[in-house]
């Protein structure tokens, strides 16, 4: 019997939710798998831990996270009101979020921009765009460039204010997420493109010099390089033409967005963000306070942020692929969640509907 310790970050509006029903697939998989056991522990994180504690990371929340074997954290922030009830550096994406992608050096985030048949009516893009489906893996830097760099703000010489950040990265740094690009396309279809902007900035010249030294590690893996802009427009004209994706923080931060969009919504896109002792999963949408309590938003991106924690955290890659199976499944019948659809287009169910549903069919799936 092996046991796991996962650490709860539910969080703020929709995310406590979202978060019951991941823990309901959870106890699912336990059940299914009787040489495992998950010990869950929920502890406050985000605006919620701010309120309560005087932290949006408190220390009780570390402590927990630090002897967990891997994270699962819902949403986190507050309305764009809300927000400033907190002082600037306890709001929750300066005083939680970043601060536990540094805490655990969570270099690597993975977003699949997935967009199977059964779900492609979802996407906004035409049948013909679509195809047979989308499947990219979207590889994003996760701890360094601008957002993690100096800041300063001030007044100048000529009594102006400004602002300087800094966007920062060394080869190690580039390397190690370069790598994990190339180690992705190795596993999938063995094309990797490198989204850089290195006709402008010199951290894409570095960055593409470090992707050049380390595909001679990778000799079957074709690069294509391609610069950040232009992704953009070929990701809604040809998204198919895309495998691999592998950029900087910043460029992932905005690329995936837009991948969500591509998707129909971010609700449809679970996340993964790995380092090198510990992973933590995450949904990629926010926390989306005008829904929170209604028992609308669809739970898929917080599922699947489970199959992500299954598969690359406890090696349970087929378990992990039942639960994408059962995902879909449920979309499949025709069922889906206000926040994505409108009656007619489906039948509406809420949240936790939709959760014991996706429970319905794993239960039926073979171990
Ligand atoms: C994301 C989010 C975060 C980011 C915010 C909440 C700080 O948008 O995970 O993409 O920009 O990284
Ligand atoms: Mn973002």
Known sequence: MTTYNIALLAGDGIGPEVMAEAVKVLKLVEKRNADVNFELNDVLFGAVAYFATGKAFPDETKAACDKADAILKGTIGLSHEDSKKIPVDEQPERGALLPLRRRYNTYANFRPVY???????????????????????????LVGGLYFGKKETGINSEGKRYVHETLEYDEDQIRQIVRVGF??????????????????????????????????????????????????????????MFDVMVMENMFGDILSDQAGGILGSLGLMPSACKGPEKSYYEPSHGSAPDIAGKGIANPYSMIGSVALMLEMSFGMEKEAKNLWAAMQGVFEDGYSTSDLSKEGDANLVSTAEFGDMVCEKLAKMPV
Do not use: Q
């Open 115 to 141: 967009l199977p048949k059964s779900i492609a009516h979802f996407s906004p893009l035409k049948a013909s765009v679509v195809g047979e489906g989308i499947d990219i893996m979207l590889i994003r830097e």
């Open 183 to 240: 180690e992705v396309s190795m596993k999938r279809k063995k094309v990797m493109h490198n989204i850089h902007k290195s006709n402008v900035l010199k951290s894409s010249v570095l960055w593409n010099e470090i992707v050049e030294e380390e595909k001679k590690n990778f000799p079957e893996v074709e690069v294509i390089n391609i610069l950040v802009d232009a992704a953009a427009t070929y990701l809604c004209l040809k998204p198919t």
